[in-house]
């Protein structure tokens, strides 16, 4: 059978979110044979198929009827399926050419008959070193990937360090310098990982996203720690890891019994009033006994008291020695790892150097550190002026 019935948002999803994956281009130059998929239906069940050489992704949907599966150029059947409509669309293969048809059109694509010219990733069999619920994998790397940088030309900062030991303890952390971000993470299946793995940022962070809100287990499997493969509620991802050394992340969170300046404020409320802000703010917090001031605008007006913008928020358990305390941060970093938290966040700061060493920001198995913006006067004795 050549004929099947294909949900049309779903489809479309799903070749969006095989772009988002695997980085596919449809960029002049980019050679043909990486810039296609293959679709096929059987038994109820259709896939979104992409391999290039560094990543791999499958996808699977329920469906009706049956499709051989059909190699196509991805960018036309994406506008294909844009033109065909959102509604149920079905997807014929006639010869070397593939229809899809749907309430808004009919479109044909040219099957690519080159196969053998289409990079095939290698299988990744190995035990899983992560076995976990798919919202609590999600949420986990929701926590961190935030931290990872986009500089390729640091690209042991692109990545999301993954670690795992024989407890059951799975460790997860990225940082780009200015932010780093950590959790642990339990796992059903606990295996001794030979040495840390970097995995892709935007890889992971793209396939714990897709799962977030789906039932089942996702499990994460690394062959040689050459590939890695995630396996969630449908969809199937095998990417290479980052060869580059992870920073020492350990060394810079404090001691569990560390001397700490403490307050608790409401995450989401000051993520969402951050986001408004144009990443070429700064922002300076003080702190109050049971508030904390934001005041923002470029770095010169905030420090001569001139702020853009000033807004407070409420603050809890606040340590009395941090009444006082005034610290400078970036508006779009801040945020980023406040928008992950679900509530409450316990932020801390050296007794000492509040304004210029890393703020940290905890709530439950997650622990950031977030470097500051030297605001001029704004040290302990300044600020408690």
Known sequence: MTVAQWDGRSLAADLAYVKRVTGLSARRGVAA?????????????GSVRHENFDAG?????????????????????????????????????????????GDDGQVSVAVFDA???????????????????????????AAVAPAAGDDQTLPMLTGIYLDADETGTVALAATDRFRLATTELATMAPVELAAP????????????????????LVSVHVDDGALVRI???????????????????????PDAGADRMRARVAAPDLARRLKKLTDQYSVR????ADSARVEAGDLDAVVAGRPATTFTVPAAAVDERATGVVAGYNPGYLA???????????????????ASTPMTIEYGAVRNLLMPVRLPGAEPETAAA
Do not use: H, N, Y
């Open 33 to 45: 044979w990486l810039r296609v998929v293959t679709v096929a239906a059987a038994g109820g069940v």
């Open 57 to 101: 992704v499958v996808v699977r949907t329920q469906v009706d009827g049956g499709l051989e599966p059909t190699t196509v150029d991805m960018p036309e059947l994406a506008a294909a399926v844009k033109a065909a409509g959102r509604g149920p669309l079905t997807l014929e293969r006639d010869g070397d050419r593939l229809t899809v048809a």
């Open 115 to 141: 196969l053998d010219e289409v990079p095939v990733m290698p299988a990744v069999d190995g035990p899983a070193v992560l076995v976990a619920d798919a919202p609590v994998f999600a949420a986990a790397v």
């Open 197 to 216: 793995v970097l995995v892709p940022a935007k890889v992971l962070a793209a396939a714990a996203a897709r799962v977030a809100k789906r039932e089942g």
């Open 231 to 253: 396996c969630g509620p449908g969809s199937d991802v095998v990417v290479r890891v980052i060869d580059a050394q992870f920073p020492r992340w350990r060394r810079l969170l």
């Open 285 to 288: 917090l003080l702190v109050g």
């Open 336 to 354: 980023s790892l406040l928008a992950a938290a679900p509530g409450e966040v316990e932020v801390t700061w050296s007794p000492t150097r509040p």
